[in-house]
C-alpha cells in the first residue's frame, strides 16, 4: 500500500506539470489552430531564469516573477516575429516553425546559462510528511495547489471576462469574430502571452523536484502534446485530465516495470490515441459543412 500511495502521490505532482504543458498547448491551438512545440521551451525559461535571477541575489518571488515576464515577452516576439507573418501557411508548417523555434530557444538558453541540472529551493520546506507510509513532499502539494488555481483562473477568465468570451468567439469561428469586430490577431498574440505565463509558472513550481537544465523543454513538450491529445486537442478540461492520467502512467510503468520505460509512457498515448480515438477522451468529431 506505502508504494502504491508513492507511485500516485508522484504521478500527480507530474501529471500537474504535464497538465499545465497541455493547457498551453490548448489555449494556442484554440485561438490558431496551431499546434505550438515550443510550449516546453517556456516551462524551461520558467525554471532557468528563476534559477539565475535567483543566484545573482534577486528575491525569489521577484525572480519568478522576472522568469514569467521573460517567458511572456519570448511568447508575445514567437507570435509576432515567427507565427504572425505566417498567416495562411499550412498546418506542417507551421508545426515547423514552432519546432524550429523550439531548437532556438534551447540553443540561446545553452549559451545564455548552462547545460548543467538546477534547482530552487522549496517553497514550503524540504521535510516530507508521510501519509500512509508514503511520503508526500510540500512542494508537491503546491504545484497541485497552482495547477488547480491556474485551471480556476482560466476558466473563470474564459467564461466570465469579455476578453474570454472573444477569445472562444476566436477558436470557434475566426472569420465571424473578426465580422462583429475582434481583432483576432490581437487575441491570438495574447493566447501565445497567457501560454507562455503559464508554462512559466510549471517550470517554477516543477525546479524544486525535478530540477531544470536548458533541455528540459523537449520532453516536457512531448508529453504535454500527449496529454492534449489524450484528453482532445482543443478541450482544457481534457488537458488537465489528459495530464493527470499520462503523470499517473509513468509513475506506475516507472514503478512496476522499470524506469527505463518512463519516457515511453508519452510515445505509446499518441499512438494510442491515433489508433483507438483520434479525438480523445473530451474532444469532439469536427462537422465540417460540404
Known amino acids: 500500500m506505502p508504494e502504491l500511495l508513492q507511485f500516485f502521490f508522484s504521478g500527480l505532482t507530474v501529471g500537474a506539470i504535464y497538465a499545465l504543458v497541455a493547457l498551453g498547448f490548448t489555449l494556442i491551438y484554440n485561438a490558431s489552430d496551431v499546434i505550438n512545440f515550443a510550449q516546453g521551451e517556456f516551462v524551461m525559461l520558467g525554471g532557468m531564469v528563476t534559477f539565475f535571477a535567483h543566484a545573482a541575489g534577486i528575491p525569489l518571488p521577484l525572480a519568478a516573477l522576472l522568469a514569467i515576464v521573460v517567458a511572456t515577452a519570448v511568447g508575445l516576439a514567437l507570435h509576432q516575429f515567427a507565427i504572425a507573418p505566417a498567416r495562411g501557411a499550412s ?25 548543467n541540472f538546477h534547482s530552487l529551493p522549496s517553497l514550503a520546506g524540504g521535510e516530507p510528511w508521510i501519509v500512509g507510509g508514503a511520503a508526500l513532499l510540500p512542494q508537491s502539494i503546491i504545484v497541485l495547489i497552482g495547477a488547480g488555481a491556474i485551471v480556476a483562473a482560466l476558466w473563470a477568465f474564459m467564461t466570465r471576462t469579455l476578453t474570454g468570451k472573444a477569445l472562444a468567439a476566436t477558436a470557434a469561428n475566426r472569420l465571424a469574430a473578426r465580422l462583429v469586430g475582434i481583432n483576432t490577431s490581437a487575441l491570438v498574440g495574447f493566447a501565445f502571452a497567457v501560454s507562455a505565463a503559464i508554462g512559466a509558472i510549471g517550470g517554477i513550481l516543477m525546479t524544486p ?3 531544470t537544465s536548458y533541455d528540459v523543454g523537449t520532453l516536457l513538450a512531448l508529453k504535454g502534446f500527449a496529454a492534449a491529445m489524450l484528453g482532445g486537442m482543443g478541450n482544457p478540461l481534457g488537458a488537465v485530465a489528459g495530464g493527470l492520467i499520462v503523470g499517473l502512467l509513468e509513475a506506475f510503468s516507472a514503478g512496476y516495470l522499470s524506469s527505463s520505460y518512463k519516457d515511453a509512457v508519452a510515445f505509446l498515448v499518441i499512438l494510442g490515441v491515433l489508433f483507438v480515438m483520434p479525438h480523445g477522451l473530451l474532444g469532439r468529431a469536427a462537422i465540417e459543412r460540404v
Open 91 to 115: 498546418a506542417v508548417t507551421l508545426i515547423i516553425i514552432t519546432i524550429g523555434a523550439s531548437i532556438l530557444l534551447r540553443g540561446v538558453a545553452a549559451i545564455v546559462f548552462d547545460k
Open 209 to 211: 523536484i525535478t530540477l
